[in-house]
């Protein structure tokens, strides 16, 4: 009897050890599940604090302290707004190559014109004029949301870049990224939106260029009437069908729709922090000598004084008169510093050229890739500060542009990106 509750006991005494075990164990795993989710949200905040919200009213500039050579890290000059390097956005070549009447600019003017078109008719909710250019998946992107939208007027589309492109004998596709600001009215409130999307273009291989009329009026890309869209998708003036990505460009998709009332000024460098350099053309040499042969009484050499009063002129307020691109890229930024009432100074001094990375051409203009070097000065003050002293050399790559005809063919900046570079190469 007392062997039975000897037993018994024993029993009981491991049974409770197990499910005490279990309790203990389970509590462990809580715990450890608790601490791995706080593991991964702080991996996943952001690294970066917008430190003119730190430092409202304070003096920060970029001088010698802060290095530009920071391969692989956020922390180069100009980059203060907590974004990482701006890559270089691709050219448009290879739309060129299975498309001989391919223009890179006027694609790009048609883009904005395409969306300002697109925006304006989002309040009413125009299924079929959108559907002239987007496609089902991208209209039910562009227009979710906002149901009560009255209106959206003023936009004004600022970066305009280049993310991806491709081209094979089946299909041409360029993924753009928007950058703009627009007033949004719902009921009685104007609100001012500043907003990022990316739209992805499509295309047909076999479909080419219409001319320049046609592609900029967003009309029929057979005929070019502008008349509206039909029931099913026809020009109601030539009666083909106009949409979808076998007659001319299609927004195949929208991606990353990002709204935002205040977005953080640019302090740092214009036109956005610095990528990395670009290898020169493995053809470059041939490319000068085919400069050279075309043009006998225009050495490439003379471009230099030149790309370097546009580079003046764009870290300028000069800059914010500038034509294409290159303008409302500009333009858009004194917006946004005006818009948080940030003053930013930018000097620059002698320049010393380094030299063509690139010479192209497409249907309508021939492109010249620069490279240059110059002690850059960027500082954003409050105007109790002095600017500081020995500014760091940056490294800039232009890409100019001019037509292939006509009588004046003045040059334009239609690309300026910065670039670090090791210090013993600087
Ligand atoms: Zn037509």
């Given at each position: 009897?007392?062997?039975?509750?000897?037993?018994?006991?024993?029993?009981?005494?491991?049974?409770?050890?197990?499910?005490?075990?279990?309790?203990?164990?389970?509590?462990?795993?809580?715990?450890?599940?608790?601490?791995?989710?706080?593991?991964?949200?702080?991996?996943?905040?952001?690294?970066?604090?917008?430190?003119?919200?730190?430092?409202?009213?304070?003096?920060?500039?970029?001088?010698?302290?802060?290095?530009?050579?920071?391969?692989?890290?956020?922390?180069?000059?100009?980059?203060?707004?907590?974004?990482?390097?701006?890559?270089?956005?691709?050219r448009l070549e290879p739309?060129h190559r299975?498309?001989a009447?391919?223009?890179e600019?006027?694609?790009?003017?048609?883009?904005?014109?395409?969306?300002?078109?697109?925006?304006?008719?989002?309040?009413?909710?125009?299924?079929?004029?959108?559907?002239?250019?987007?496609?089902?998946?991208?209209?039910?992107?562009?227009?979710?949301?906002?149901?009560?939208?009255?209106?959206?007027?003023?936009?004004?589309?600022?970066?305009?870049?280049?993310?991806?492109?491709?081209?094979?004998?089946?299909?041409?596709?360029?993924?753009?990224?928007?950058?703009?600001?627009?007033?949004?009215?719902?009921?009685?409130?104007?609100?001012?939106?500043?907003?990022?999307?990316?739209?992805?273009?499509?295309?047909?291989?076999?479909?080419?260029?219409?001319?320049?009329?046609?592609?900029?009026?967003?009309?029929?890309?057979?005929?070019?009437?502008?008349?509206?869209?039909?029931?099913?998708?026809?020009?109601?003036?030539?009666?083909?069908?106009?949409?979808?990505?076998?007659?001319?460009?299609?927004?195949?998709?929208?991606?990353?729709?990002?709204?935002?009332?205040?977005?953080?000024?640019?302090?740092?460098?214009?036109?956005?922090?610095?990528?990395?350099a670009v290898p020169n053309a493995p053809d470059i040499a041939v490319k000068r000598m085919e400069w050279s042969d075309r043009y006998p009484d225009e050495p490439l050499s003379a471009l230099q004084p030149l790309a370097e009063?546009l580079?003046?002129?764009?870290?300028?307020?000069?800059?914010?008169?500038?034509?294409?691109?290159?303008?409302?890229?500009?333009?858009?930024?004194?917006?946004?510093?005006?818009?948080?009432?940030?003053?930013?100074?930018?000097?620059?001094?002698?320049?010393e050229h380094r030299g063509e990375i690139d010479i192209t051409r497409d249907a309508t203009h021939e492109f010249v890739d620069l490279r240059m070097?110059?002690?850059?000065?960027?500082?954003?003050?409050?105007?109790?500060?002095?600017?500081?002293?020995?500014?760091?050399?940056?490294?800039?790559e232009m890409t100019l542009a001019r037509q292939l005809e006509g009588?004046?063919r003045p040059w334009q900046?239609v690309d300026?990106?910065?670039?670090?570079?090791?210090?013993?190469?600087?």
């Amino acid at each position: 009897m007392n062997d039975f509750i000897e037993q018994l006991a024993v029993i009981l005494v491991m049974v409770f050890a197990v499910v005490g075990l279990g309790f203990i164990r389970l509590s462990l795993r809580q715990k450890s599940s608790v601490e791995r989710l706080k593991e991964v949200e702080d991996r996943a905040r952001p690294r970066f604090q917008d430190d003119l919200h730190h430092a409202k009213a304070s003096y920060r500039s970029w001088d010698g302290e802060k290095p530009i050579t920071s391969h692989g890290t956020n922390s180069g000059i100009g980059n203060t707004t907590g974004h990482g390097a701006t890559p270089r956005a691709p050219r448009l070549e290879p739309i060129h190559r299975v498309d001989a009447r391919f223009s890179e600019l006027d694609f790009l003017e048609f883009a904005v014109a395409l969306y300002t078109w697109a925006h304006t008719l989002r309040p009413k909710r125009d299924f079929l004029s959108l559907s002239a250019f987007l496609s089902d998946i991208a209209l039910d992107t562009f227009l979710s949301g906002m149901a009560d939208l009255d209106s959206v007027q003023d936009i004004r589309v600022g970066g305009v870049r280049t993310l991806r492109v491709y081209a094979d004998e089946h299909w041409a596709s360029v993924e753009i990224e928007f950058k703009a600001v627009m007033v949004e009215r719902v009921k009685d409130d104007f609100v001012r939106i500043f907003r990022t999307e990316s739209w992805r273009f499509r295309r047909r291989s076999d479909v080419k260029s219409p001319s320049r009329d046609v592609l900029m009026s967003l009309g029929c890309p057979h005929c070019g009437s502008t008349a509206p869209v039909g029931e099913t998708k026809e020009c109601l003036d030539c009666g083909a069908q106009r949409a979808g990505a076998e007659h001319h460009w299609q927004v195949a998709a929208i991606g990353s729709m990002r709204r935002n009332p205040q977005p953080s000024p640019p302090v740092g460098l214009p036109l956005g922090p610095p990528g990395f350099a670009v290898p020169n053309a493995p053809d470059i040499a041939v490319k000068r000598m085919e400069w050279s042969d075309r043009y006998p009484d225009e050495p490439l050499s003379a471009l230099q004084p030149l790309a370097e009063e546009l580079l003046r002129q764009v870290t300028d307020r000069r800059g914010l008169l500038l034509p294409g691109m290159m303008g409302r890229r500009l333009r858009y930024e004194h917006e946004l510093l005006s818009n948080a009432g940030v003053v930013r100074h930018v000097t620059v001094g002698p320049v010393e050229h380094r030299g063509e990375i690139d010479i192209t051409r497409d249907a309508t203009h021939e492109f010249v890739d620069l490279r240059m070097a110059a002690p850059v000065r960027v500082w954003v003050q409050d105007g109790k500060t002095v600017p500081p002293q020995e500014p760091p050399t940056c490294i800039c790559e232009m890409t100019l542009a001019r037509q292939l005809e006509g009588e004046e063919r003045p040059w334009q900046v239609v690309d300026l990106r910065w670039v670090e570079m090791p210090k013993d190469e600087v």
